[in-house]
């Protein structure tokens, strides 16, 4: 990738900031520096090799977002259904028709382990293969 838009980012530590025997600075503060007095750089390679894990960079890496993303998003559903379950608003369902409420338990039991069987379908399909 010979784009123009890349550039070269000089990072440093900053002195004032990162004194090991204050307390009060428990992390190192990076800040930018002229070229002049650049000490470390991140080349242009670097930055074209980090971009080669995004998802337009092959159909491998674009599935395998568009796999564990969907996937995360139908166990976020399931967590939030699971809440909604244990909050006072289906107590109230389940003093007024409790089958309907334990039908609801089995259909969101069943849509966890469907998603727990799909998983053991993609992790072998994208970390071990």
């Given amino acids: 990738l010979n784009d123009p838009k890349i550039k070269e980012y000089e990072v440093a530590l900053d002195p004032l900031n990162a004194e090991p025997t204050n307390p009060v600075m428990d992390r190192p503060h990076f800040f930018p520096l002229p070229v002049t007095d650049k000490i470390a750089t991140i080349e242009k390679e670097d930055v074209e090799r980090a971009t080669m894990f995004l998802p337009t960079h092959s159909a491998y890496f674009a599935s395998y ?37 334990a039908n609801r338990v089995e259909v969101s039991g069943l849509f966890w382990h469907f998603v727990d069987l799909i998983w053991i379908f993609v992790f072998p399909l994208f970390y071990l293969l």
């Fill in 65 to 101: 977002f568009t796999i564990t993303g969907l996937h995360g998003m139908h166990v976020l559903g399931g967590v939030l259904v699971f809440i909604y379950m244990w909050l006072p608003v289906s107590k109230k369902l389940y003093q007024r028709n409790p089958e309907h409420l």
